[in-house]
């Protein structure tokens, strides 16, 4: 069904077409997916394997800590392909992250959007966390190194001045269990909701999930360049009966400044084409990308990620685009 669903002629990207430019066809793409547990894991594979059916290329998975590691291991050149949010992105290509160590990152390129991913707080109901101010003094739990929440929370938290005792990162899946045992006192991942790990979690245990008011999403955003409001529609999570006020960012799959445009064609027409076959498995890639791909911050696209994406009807400014 996945094959079918995908109209790309093959012919149009054979390693022979190629052979003719002085680029050279891969043999193999490595993908960065993030950790068990969050979207980056389910969404990764799920596209890779819709682009394989059209490019004689196998591509394989390396886990990773997500957004920021991701961007990491393609400067390297230890993977290929992986996945990113706007502001982890804007942190790269300006050094502006305490995690780049002021290094300006400039290998990696935009391909397409994926899906947004929103920060959800949660806490069993038993702590008494019914607010961003409970948690102050607590013990948080936000994701893996090198992941979203790794990179932005605790700047999040100190512009709307909620100071915990401590951030844990870790596996989101291993954190869920620590806070059920109580050794985390709530977790806060920035993930496309609903998080995996929380949603399987929420089925059988019963959790507040923690907003914002009005006044912090204005702090946030100040502080934050690339966050937006963003709200966790009722029925997010299980027995979520109202919506939830919250902040996020988008997130967009990358790849190699250096990948054949061909390679990057199929990469890219693979998931957008096939966007209701992804929401399945990740229902925020269901949300429909802005016709006008203006992404904030410092983030350009690979020019045949361009070119595919304007082929669909979105409009890439030209200049966001970079060889």
Known sequence: MLAGALALPATALSQ???????????SALLMATGRPGGAYDVYGPAWGRLAEQFLAISIAYRASGGAASDILLIEQGAVQLGMTTVTVADQARTGTGLWTAGVKFENFRALFPMFPSIL????????HI????????RTIG????GGSGATDIQQIFASVGVIPTRFVTGDFSSQVRDMQAGILDACAFISAPPTPAIAQAAQKANFN??????????QVMRAAPGMTP????????????????????????????????????ALTLAAMR????????????ATSPAPL??????????????????TLGLTVPQTLVES
């Open 16 to 26: 022979k077409a190629w052979s003719q430019t002085s680029t050279i066809w891969p």
């Open 120 to 127: 959800q707080i949660v806490s069993p109901q038993k702590t």
């Open 130 to 137: 019914a607010a961003l101010r409970d948690l102050a003094g």
């Open 142 to 145: 936000i994701g893996p190194d």
């Open 209 to 218: 999930l923690i907003g914002f008011t009005p006044d912090e999403i204005l």
């Open 230 to 265: 963003m709200p966790l529609p009722p029925g997010t999570f299980p027995g979520q009966l109202v919506a939830i006020a919250s902040i996020g960012t988008p997130n967009f799959a990358i790849g190699a400044k250096s990948l054949p445009a061909p390679v990057v064609t």
């Open 274 to 285: 096939n966007r209701a076959s992804l929401a399945a498995l990740i229902p925020a890639a």
């Open 293 to 310: 791909l203006a992404t904030p911050g410092h983030l350009t696209f690979h020019p045949a990620a361009a070119l595919a994406l304007r």
